[in-house]
């Protein structure tokens, strides 16, 4: 059962235009989503967050988007850039354990994104 | 401020044998995530530790364990190596501040054969 899901496995864009990834998730328990870039032989890149209490978060030339009633969330990169090409996940914490810092991230499966000069 | 790292890049074992990764957390914070990533598939959720204790543990079984130290660096350990646990094992590390944010080191990549 995936919990969290970017249903486009790749997307295509020219540089400068605007570059939209999407995900969807079941569990109503998610209460913290982030996206993360990955470029090949490198750990994730923590990109943005944004908190169930909030429905945007804006860093520079990323904005994440969250519809909670819809369960979707969206990453918008504009303007796109050809060093933005790598694969994108979409996660979201599930807030439980014993105390601390017990943010468990479940992931989507990643869209590759390639941004054309 | 130093980021997170780990240990080794690249390992090949055989069906049966045990392994041990490491992994430093980054400066300041307390708490270490373990996740393996398949081929295609985005990182799933092995385990936590949080003050050298395990906090929270995946669908993983109990041949997958753990331990963390007082410098918060941490080990990742399975026993008994199957084919399908060839993967990237990926070690991320937060503070208490900001605990939903989890900064990942570069991984180890594991072959089974």
């Known amino acids: 059962d995936q919990q969290v899901k970017q249903n486009s496995p790749s997307l295509s864009v020219q540089e400068g235009r605007i570059s939209i990834l999407n995900c969807d998730y079941t569990?109503?328990?998610?209460?913290?989503f982030l996206w993360y870039k990955k470029y090949p032989a490198e750990g994730p890149t923590f990109l943005i967050s944004?908190?169930?209490?909030?429905d945007k978060n804006e860093d520079g030339r990323f904005t994440v988007f969250l519809n909670k009633s819809a369960k979707h969330l969206s990453l918008h990169i504009v303007p796109s850039q050809p060093g933005d090409s790598a694969v994108y996940f979409c996660?979201?914490?599930?807030?439980?354990?014993?105390?601390?810092?017990?943010?468990?991230?479940?992931f989507g499966k990643g869209t590759l994104l390639t941004v054309n000069p | 401020e130093t980021g997170v790292t780990q240990s080794p890049t690249h390992l090949i074992k055989t069906r049966g044998q045990q392994v041990t990764l490491r992994c430093s957390s980054q400066?300041?914070?307390?708490?270490v995530s373990w996740y393996q990533q398949a081929l295609g598939q985005g990182p799933q959720f092995i385990f936590q530790?949080?003050?050298?204790?395990?906090?929270g543990r995946g669908n993983f079984p109990p041949r997958f364990s753990g331990l963390q130290f007082p410098n918060y660096s941490s080990e990742l350990n399975v026993n008994a190596l199957e084919l399908d646990d060839s993967a990237l094992y990926l070690c991320?590390?937060?503070?208490?501040?900001?605990?939903?944010?989890?900064?990942f080191g570069p991984g180890t990549r594991l072959t089974v054969t």
């Open positions: 991320a590390s937060s503070s208490p501040d900001r605990a939903g944010e989890q900064y």
């Open positions: 569990n109503s328990m998610f209460d913290y």
């Open positions: 944004i908190s169930s209490i909030k």
């Open positions: 996660a979201a914490s599930d807030v439980g354990g014993s105390g601390g810092s017990n943010y468990k991230l479940t």
């Open positions: 400066s300041g914070h307390n708490t």
């Open positions: 530790y949080y003050r050298e204790e395990e906090n």
